[in-house]
Structure formats: structure tokens, C-alpha cells
């Protein structure tokens, strides 16, 4: 080979670049130092990037929650043992015997899980499923034979639900059941607030109802979203890629406003901090919101709007007050 | 002339980077002795850094197979030896065949698990110090103190951490790839059940 540095070489300084700007803002030498470096060969630009990428999307870590054990997710010893995943992926006309059955898919006693208000966390199942629950959410599971069970008493889960068509996986919520044998969805449930689902992979089938025989045919595929109060019947329709993303960027810990009045903005983080943002102007309460947010932060959250609006954030009594005008009150 | 932004990182953490075990088996598929796959690989992201604007690429997965095939052709071109094969390759050139389809956009997108599964990959030292700075977002410095490491120790922690997650979300051919063979086996799993559903 010729003496001229390796791709392998170049991502090495690359993420040490980018880990050092995770530990502090870069010294006005190490930014000249960067752009030197930038500037020696046509790779490393690109090996840059795909390394601040990288740590961009680890920042995403956060929603994993301060419980995030990764021994539940084939971490330390299980490195030597293949995954339950691998097992059903590898392993599919095996499932068929009960004595495979019983190993790799794990029957379960009826557990809960539950958040906190501003908790985020993604939580493995016995058999390589997982779920997400969002802020201040309640499940319960129980694995069957026949049945794989999960019933959302309030909030908001995202379920990945891996596939084994002898043992549906049926969710149920506001008095509906709904059952897949694969597929990536989303159910809200909040007081006060219609049903709210949302398939994202895979397909979703509406197999319950209130009232009787109304919604018998609903399926729901990719894409497609259905709201329902008590006792309507439920219409889904579909959903553009953006409001999907959008939906789900709770699972990061983000909420994206576009176009929302600051009063819902305010009470959207309601549902994630014990901090109010309270905004005590009608005309400012009015103005829209666009960007995007980290949920726990309701402060930060304060301090970019009252920058939006020419506006003061002040913290008090915990709770953040956004005020326009220079302090005369 | 190079546009780091944060808004640049996203579109590129967004659109670029899934598609790089794709981008890769592609290049793989038609290695020479003309270039090495990661040197195209980086050198294609450079001239996504170097753009003044992405926001005119509609189809940035179609973009990235057309740059990185433009950037074989310069090498082909400088090595002056086009072999035959390098030669058909480059008139079988079809971007159109490259594209996602939407469903497998959606599957693709759920990645809090691979990074729940990536982490539990790693080393131990390296493991605990993305946590604690990561999952629990204490700052570099206080991760060193409870570590009792230096921070500069802790930083070449961090930085191999990312190392560790390009090769891992990268990967779908270099040999020993565990991640890859995971994606492949998940990614059958859900191609199956769809051809059950009569799809």
C-alpha cells in the first residue's frame, strides 16, 4: 500500500474532533487545527460528518431513560448467545414445536410497566418485541400461549411488535381490542382526549367495539391513523410521512411545533414537566410556534420562545412566565 | 466551503446515513483494484458537506448512489486501466433501482432499538462512559469524576463510542459484522410476514 493514510485512520481523528467538541466548544486553535486537517485530503470532510451524524443520533440515548439496562438487550453475556430475535429470525418453521416454544419465546406473568411524568422508556418483551412508553403511561402485559397481551390503561406506548402469526399480539384500549401478528404502531390514550392510533409498519386490525358491529371491518395499514371518542364509530385516514415523523419524535424526547398557539405549546409540556410555562398575555399566548424542543426542558423551551417573540422568560415558583415587554409589571 | 451545520447534520443523519449498508453492499458489489469502498464512501460525503444548499435533492437516497458513482468514474479514470469490469459496471448504472420503498422507509426508521442494542454491544469502559453520558446526559466532566478517569481518557471513550456506532450502523458486509447480520435477519423476518398477508 502506498504511505497514505487509511480511511480507518481518517475516522479515527474524525470522532476524536467530534468527541471533543462533545466535551466543550473548541478553542479558537483547535477550530484552526480542524480546518487544517479538514483541508489534507477529500475524505475527511465527509468522515467528519458522518461522525457528528453519529453523535447527533446518539443524542436520541436520552429516551432510553435513566433505567435502560442494557443487559435486557443481549448486552455482556448475552454477546455470546444468540438474541430471541436471531432465534425467531433464524428459526421461524422451528417455532412450530412447543418445546422451542417455550424457550425462546418466554411465557410471561401479568406484568405493568409504568412512566413518570417526563419518563421515557423503552421496555423489551419477553419475546424480542418492545414497547416505548411516552410520559405518565400505564400498560399491562401477559404473554399466552395463544396470545401475546398488552392493555394501555392510560398515555402513550409505541409498540414493536415482532412477528409470529401463531400467537397474534392484541392491545387493548378504551374499551377496543386491536390485534396485529406484526407491525410497529402508536396508541394514545390521554383523560379528557379521544383515542388516538397510529400504524407505522406492518398492519393493525380493529377486532373490538363499542357499539356492537359498528367498526367490524377497520384495518389498518402503514401510514394510517384513527382518533375515536367513547362510543363513535372509528374512521381511519391516512397520514402524511411528515405528521408520522412528526407524531413520533416523542421516542427521542422532541416535540415539534408547527404553526401551534404558544398557549398549546405551554400545555404540551404540561404533560412532560412538573414546570409550568404559563403566559399570561392573550395576544402572546396566540402567536405560533414553530421548531423543535426537547420535552423535559420546558426552560430551554421558555428562553428560545421568549427570543422568538421579543418576549422575557422568567423563572418563578416553578413555573416559567413568559412576558412581553421590558420588565415594567 | 464545507457546511457543518446542525441543520446539515440532520438532513444528512436523516437521509444519508441509513442508507449507507445499502450504499456499501452496492460499491462491494462492484470492488476493483481501482478503489477502495470506504475511501469512495467518504469522499461521496464530502461532496454532500461541500453542497451549498441539499435542499433542492428530492430523492436524497437516488443522490447519494449518483455522487458515489460519479466519484468510481474519477477513479477509474485516474487509474487509467479500466478493467472490463469496471467498464460494464458503470453503463449498468441505474439510480431508479436504488430507491426505498415506503414501507421499508418506516421499518428502517425505528432506531431508539438498534441503538438500545448497539450500547449493549459495546465494551465495558466504553459502554459505561456513553451512558453516563449519553442516557443520563451528564457532561463529559462529570462522567470522568465518577468514572475516576481523566477527561481526556473519558473523550477518547466518547470518541470511540462513535467509531464503534459508524462501523456498527454502516456495516453490512465487513467481515465479523454482527450488526448486519441482525438488520438482514430482522429485515427478512418482516418481508416474511408481508408475503404472508399476500403482499
Known amino acids: 500500500m502506498i504511505a497514505r493514510k487509511t480511511n480507518e485512520d481518517i475516522d479515527d481523528v474524525a470522532v476524536a474532533w467530534v468527541a471533543r467538541e462533545d466535551r466543550a466548544p473548541l478553542s479558537e486553535e483547535d477550530k484552526q487545527a480542524l480546518r487544517v486537517w479538514l483541508d489534507g485530503d477529500p475524505r475527511r470532510p ?68 409504568a412512566t413518570a411524568r417526563g419518563e421515557i422508556r423503552l421496555t423489551p418483551l419477553a419475546d424480542g418485541s418492545t414497547m416505548m412508553l411516552n410520559t405518565q403511561t400505564l400498560v399491562r402485559v401477559k404473554y399466552d400461549r395463544d396470545r401475546r397481551f398488552a392493555s394501555l390503561d392510560e398515555g402513550e406506548a409505541y409498540f414493536t411488535v415482532l412477528p409470529d402469526p401463531a400467537r397474534p399480539f392484541v392491545v387493548e384500549v378504551a374499551g377496543r381490542r386491536f390485534s396485529t401478528t406484526s407491525g410497529a404502531f402508536r396508541i394514545r390514550k390521554l383523560k379528557g382526549e379521544p383515542l388516538d392510533v397510529l400504524v407505522h409498519g406492518g398492519r393493525l386490525d380493529l377486532t373490538s367495539h363499542a357499539p356492537p358491529g359498528a367498526e367490524r371491518a377497520v384495518v389498518l395499514e402503514a401510514n394510517m391513523r ?35 398557539t404558544l398557549a398549546q405549546a405551554a400545555a404540551s409540556f404540561a404533560r412532560y414537566s412538573d414546570v409550568r410555562v404559563v403566559v399570561p398575555d392573550p395576544a402572546l399566548a396566540r402567536e405560533p410556534v414553530v421548531g423543535l424542543f426537547a420535552a423535559n426542558d420546558p426552560v430551554g423551551f421558555g428562553h428560545a420562545v421568549a427570543e422568538m417573540f421579543g418576549a422575557t422568560a422568567e423563572v418563578r415558583n416553578g413555573a416559567v412566565v413568559l412576558q412581553r415587554g421590558s420588565g415594567e409589571e | 466551503m464545507f457546511n457543518f451545520s446542525d441543520e446539515r447534520t440532520r438532513w444528512f443523519m436523516n437521509h444519508v446515513l441509513p442508507h449507507e449498508p445499502r450504499l456499501r453492499a452496492w460499491l462491494q458489489g462492484r470492488r476493483s483494484a481501482v478503489f477502495d469502498v470506504d475511501d469512495v464512501i467518504q469522499e461521496t460525503y464530502t461532496i454532500l458537506a461541500a453542497r451549498e444548499t441539499v435542499e433542492d435533492i428530492r430523492n436524497p437516497r437516488a443522490y447519494l448512489f449518483q455522487v458515489a458513482h460519479s466519484i468510481i468514474v474519477h477513479h477509474v479514470r485516474r487509474a487509467r486501466i479500466v478493467s472490463i469490469r469496471a467498464a460494464d459496471d458503470l453503463e449498468g448504472f441505474d439510480p431508479a433501482d436504488q430507491a426505498a420503498s415506503p414501507e421499508q422507509t418506516a421499518i428502517d426508521r425505528d432506531e431508539l432499538q438498534r441503538l438500545a442494542e448497539a450500547i449493549a454491544a459495546m465494551p465495558g469502559r466504553m459502554r459505561e462512559a456513553f451512558i453516563l453520558r449519553r442516557v443520563h446526559d451528564l ?19 466518547i470518541g470511540r463510542s462513535f467509531k464503534f456506532l459508524i462501523q456498527r450502523f454502516g456495516d453490512s458486509g465487513r467481515p465479523g459484522s454482527r ?16 408475503n404472508q398477508r399476500g403482499h
Do not use: C
Open chain 1, 46 to 113: 465527509g468522515a467528519y460528518l458522518r461522525a457528528k451524524a453519529v453523535a447527533m443520533r446518539t443524542l436520541s440515548a436520552r429516551a432510553l431513560g435513566a433505567n435502560y439496562d442494557p443487559a435486557g438487550f443481549g448486552g455482556a453475556e448475552g454477546e455470546q448467545r444468540p438474541s430471541r430475535r436471531r432465534i425467531m429470525a433464524w428459526g421461524g418453521a422451528a417455532l412450530a414445536s412447543a418445546a422451542v416454544v417455550g424457550v425462546a419465546m418466554g411465557l410471561q406473568a401479568p406484568r405493568a410497566y
Open chain 1, 226 to 260: 384513527l382518533t375515536a371518542r367513547d362510543n363513535t364509530a372509528a374512521v381511519p385516514r391516512r397520514a402524511s410521512q411528515d405528521e408520522v415523523r412528526r407524531d413520533l419524535l416523542w421516542r427521542e424526547g422532541q416535540i415539534a411545533f408547527e404553526g401551534e
Open chain 2, 139 to 157: 457532561p463529559q466532566q462529570e462522567v470522568a469524576r465518577r468514572m475516576k478517569l481523566s477527561e481526556s481518557t473519558v473523550e477518547k471513550h
Open chain 2, 179 to 194: 450488526a448486519s447480520r441482525t438488520v438482514k435477519a430482522e429485515t427478512a423476518v418482516f418481508d416474511r410476514a408481508k
